[in-house]
């Protein structure tokens, strides 16, 4: 999966909800579109979890500490 930043992995998954909502896709590219649509909610679950990672560590101890940059 080619890398995306939170906002368009999310968009495209909006976009994929909204195809496959629409009632209008043969079985096959439903099927296709609901296994991306799966991917995309799962690339956006692990790019939040990387996110409240890196708060977390900076709200410990209430210290300022250097940290690794975010995956993207």
Not at 12 to 40: C, D, F, H, N, R
Not at 41 to 63: G, P
């Amino acid at each position: 999966m080619e890398k995306l930043s939170f906002e368009n992995a999310l968009k495209k998954l909006e976009t994929l909800v909204k195809e496959l909502e629409s009632g209008e896709l043969e079985l096959e590219v439903a099927v296709k579109k609901y296994q991306e649509g799966i991917e995309m909610a799962k690339y956006c679950h692990d790019l939040l979890k990387n996110a409240e990672n890196v708060v977390v560590k900076m709200m410990k101890d209430d210290e300022l500490v250097d940290f690794p940059k975010l995956e993207e």
